[in-house]
């Protein structure tokens, strides 16, 4: 029971974490210091598909599939859970650029908003004194 729950709970971070990845820039445009955490998951994200680098959340959900008796993730989350469910197969790489763009879209505007609110915050700074 408790290898199940920590499957299952490995299981809804994945998808936590690949919304995250893919609209967490947006949350820069409300909350700008989130701007940077986003670039560290963003840039470990990008290390899981270019470099291979291995997924912690992969590990204990295969850990949990391995023990309960059910197949295992050979190819990753994305490739078990989304590949051709959300898209078709040969539709990976549009998919991932569409994702890349839309955390270039999430960035530039994260960056728009800081250029348009910096001579606020100066001019809140200059009233303060």
Known sequence: MFSLLVGHTAMALHFVFLGFVVFG??????????????LCVAAYALGIVIVDWPCLLTEVENWSRSVTGRAVMENGFIDFY????LYPPEHLLTSRVV???VVALSWAGAGWLRVRRRPRERAAVVGAS
């Open 99 to 101: 994702m890349a763009g």
């Open 82 to 85: 989304l590949t051709g469910t």
């Open 25 to 38: 820039g947006f949350l820069a445009w409300r909350w700008p210091r989130v701007f940077w955490v986003h």
